[in-house]
């Protein structure tokens, strides 16, 4: 079993990309918070997905279920264009 790749899902902002703060997915704020999406198995080796997503957008998708299906449906694609 190889090494786990994370990969992490943020706004592009000016920020160096692999610095722990980042632009949240789903707005404008600089946030260091993370939020496991889910791993997957790409030729024998794990991937697992983070979003970077502030206090109050991670609020939302924990309260909002349509906040958490857009952000779903979001991530989906960024990791299916990565
Ligand atoms: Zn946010």
Known sequence: M?????????????????GWLQMCFTCD???GGLLFFRADQVSGRL???HVHLCSRCRRSVETS???????V???TEVIGAL
């Open 2 to 18: 190889g090494k786990t790749k994370r990969i992490y899902l943020f706004n592009e902002s000016h920020l160096p990309d692999e």
């Open 29 to 31: 704020t600089i946030t």
């Open 47 to 49: 991937v697992e997905y």
């Open 65 to 71: 279920r349509a906040a958490y299906l857009g952000l």
């Open 73 to 75: 449906a979001d991530s």
